[in-house]
């Protein structure tokens, strides 16, 4: 069992650090958002506006890669020793959708949380729920708790990447997006 939390996390590691398209197209989507652009400019934000917005000295910071005209592909920057660390539940993609005219940010579910998910439920469930179930109900909700911080956390700052996004696409500049 803890070979198939290995491969999956190795895998994933793998397509993510290639920004592989597919991998950041496809998957369990865990969120959604899209915000409508009522004006919008030609030229979308630069990977490197949206670096600099998400640089974050207390948490791994978000890196963006083109991987369609109009599509950037996101995740947390690897090997980033902050003050809060956490293992990421979802990677991104950021679509600008010309045609009707919003900003749409999807997370996946990575691939590595619900493998460890699925396992270490399982043998919880199939483990203590027979001897101590009062146990297992503990550490399935701490299990629901825990995810649902990582979630919120992540949460977030996606809403965030949408919002930042659609207003700079839009040019509704606000003080905190010219450095005032």
Known sequence: MFGAIVISWLVETVLSATWNKTYFTTGIP???????????????????????????????????????LY??????????????????????????????????????????????????LSGVIAGAFSSFPLIALGFI???????????GIQYYRFSNVATFSAETWSRKYTKEMVGA
């Open 30 to 68: 865990i969120f959604v958002m899209r915000i409508p652009v009522e004006l919008r400019h030609s030229n979308i934000p630069s990977v490197r506006q949206l670096e600099d917005r998400f640089y974050s000295s207390w948490a791994s910071s978000l890196v963006f890669k083109e991987i369609d």
């Open 71 to 120: 599509a950037y592909g996101f995740r947390e920057k690897y090997f980033e020793f902050r003050l809060v660390g956490y293992s990421p539940v979802m990677h991104g993609v950021l679509v600008f959708d010309r045609n009707s005219n919003e900003v749409v940010v999807k997370g996946f579910a990575n691939w590595s949380m619900l493998s460890f998910s699925l396992i270490w």
């Open 141 to 151: 909700l701490f299990f629901v708790l825990l995810m649902g911080l990582l979630y």
